[in-house]
């Protein structure tokens, strides 16, 4: 059989654009987006793509350069996704949340060619310019024109001419060709998006995936979460976000409807819901907690499908969720591995187990998805795997097809991250259970060493948020002269309580369901907890805090 190799009738690059293609032949007339009074259908989709395309080739844009885009949740950001890599360009989406001084960091480092400027980031992108050094050339800017935007605060009329833009999205649309002959990756190592991380540890660090990764990835992710054909998904997750965690990709490929918003809070989640019969959407724990502990909130007509990844999702916030008729889903996954990778898989077995059993079990984070290769905890001391005891913490590695190629322009942090063993070291901390399933403790940088004992601030904060008086909770180290370092618990209360708890009694709480050396010595209310533009709690600035309010003492309690 050695004489049987790789041929061009079995080796085309694997690439998720062409799910689009399909998209318009098999769901041709099915409804690809809905975006405010706008409905397109996937034959509308494919075509406009193609015509975006072709229009960013006549502009000069050429195979393999950086097009960024800067823009909340639109039909242009999802059109972006296929156009861009349609004229064999990498997309790069930025997110908007972020301050002016670190996009033009993201911007500079990336020598993006071209940007897309959502109307309301106008002014964001203008002060993200100026920074640029004088002598250094600004990228070309294409407006995307929105009457929604229009409200916002720094609409292009307040801030730039027309003339600052070569052109609108929309008549880079319309005078594209609806024939263009995308261009296919010559590879699928080609890259095909950079993506920034969160910055929740250190400075963003740019992430480039290729086609193949993405392709993966994306099918993993809808296999994994059981996604059908033509579902309808409501797009509550940033796209800039990871890509939406590969679900503009996904949701072509099942010819489902993209529903499309700008912003979101409690009452227009439940809203779109109802309206458009959506099936499915995405966020963070921190909206799960929005979704439950909103007055807004109401139990659902029928059951929708919520995954949630990005940071540890409190079981009680799991239980709150199930509560309301959401059918929640947990995964696992970074910048680095495009998407989801591990998933907490249920056992149809588990549903018998009472609800506080079965939020825990949902906690954990999980098993590889199918297209992952390996997942494990190593040992720091002897690089091996951890006993399979659920007690034994060593660092999560990966392996599989989804790893990015490497951080741009950072052979250092590339090695550092993707070691010659073929592991990816994700800097978090965990378990592995008995039945395989694995379960964060912490990040690495987050772990707190109390009298010599490693704990996790993660399941000290789970405890936190089964106060029924607790919106939400973070928990880090401070300095203490006897123990080294304890528990500090920052907490957020939720509105409108007829008596908010004291710090005595929050500890007291902690102190009926943890082991002494876990139970926070200092507990500090505050309105809000500091976020990164992706919603996690910026524990280095709650660790700041801490450290700033000198040692706890000598207490030995
Ligand atoms: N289900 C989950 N449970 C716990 N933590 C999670 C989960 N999903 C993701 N995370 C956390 O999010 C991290 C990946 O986040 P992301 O790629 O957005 O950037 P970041 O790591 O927050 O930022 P930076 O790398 O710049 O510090 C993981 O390493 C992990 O710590």
Redesign the pocket.
Known sequence: MEDLKPNPANSSPLTPIGFLERAAVVYGDCPSIIYNSTTYTWTETHRRCLQLASSLVSIGIQRGQVVSVVSPNTAAMYELHFAVPMAGAVLNTINLRLDARTISVILRHCETNLIFVDQASCGLISDALALFPPEMKRPPLILIADNAAAEDSSSASSVWNRADFVDSYEEMVQKGDPLFQWIRPASEWDPIVLNY?????????GVVHCHRGIFTVTLDSLIEWGVPKESVYLWTLPMF??NGWSFPWGIAAVGGTNVCIRKFDAAAIFALIHRYHVTHLCGAPVVLNMLTNSPDNRPLDRPVKIL??????PAAVLFRTESLGFDVS???????TGGLV?CCSWKSGWNRLPAAERARLKAR?GVRTLAMAVADVLDPETGKSVKRDGTSIGEIVLRGSSMMLGYLKDPEATAKAMTAEGWFF???VGVMHPDGYLE?KD?SKDVIISGGENLSS?EVESVLYTNPAVNEAAVVARPDEFWGETPCAFVSLKEGLTRRPTEGEIIEYCRGKLPRFMVPKTVVFTAELPK?S?G?IQKFVLREMAKSMGPAGKSRL
């Open positions: 991380t969160s910055g929740t540890t250190s400075s963003p660090k976000h990871a949630t990844a990005g940071a540890p999702p947990h995964g696992y996954g970074l910048t680095e591990i984070q994700t800097g978090d964060i990040r993660v990164t992706t996690k």
